[in-house]
């Protein structure tokens, strides 16, 4: 999101659907905590704008928010670390020999 989007949404979305003074929390986006939105906040949504602590928003995400790719990767190396331990050490040797048909 750029900084004429921001704008837009902040006076032709938002500002329909706050009727009194409110807190706004955003993330730490350039257009997001920029003075002119935070103007507009103030003056024209009779608002404040807060931003969020600098890794706020991967502990404070909405529920509806597709996983990341950080996410993803950390799943993948708990599941491969899982499969690791469940297979026993007799195993691996056998595969070992098999595949260098050799015996240790």
């Known amino acids: 999101m750029d900084a004429p989007v921001w704008k837009f949404y902040l ?48 502990f404070a995400k909405p529920l509806d928010v597709a996983t990341t790719a950080k996410e993803k990767r950390l799943a993948t190396i708990k599941r491969v670390i899982t499969a690791w331990e469940s297979i026993e050490a007799a195993t691996i040797t056998s595969a070992f020999n098999k595949a260098l048909k050799t015996n240790f």
């Open 11 to 58: 006076r032709s979305l938002l500002q329909q659907h706050i009727a009194r003074p409110s807190l706004l929390l955003v993330n730490n986006l350039e257009c997001h905590v920029s003075g002119e939105s935070e103007a507009i906040g103030s003056d024209e949504l009779m608002s404040v704008l807060q931003p969020l602590p600098k890794n706020a928003p991967q």
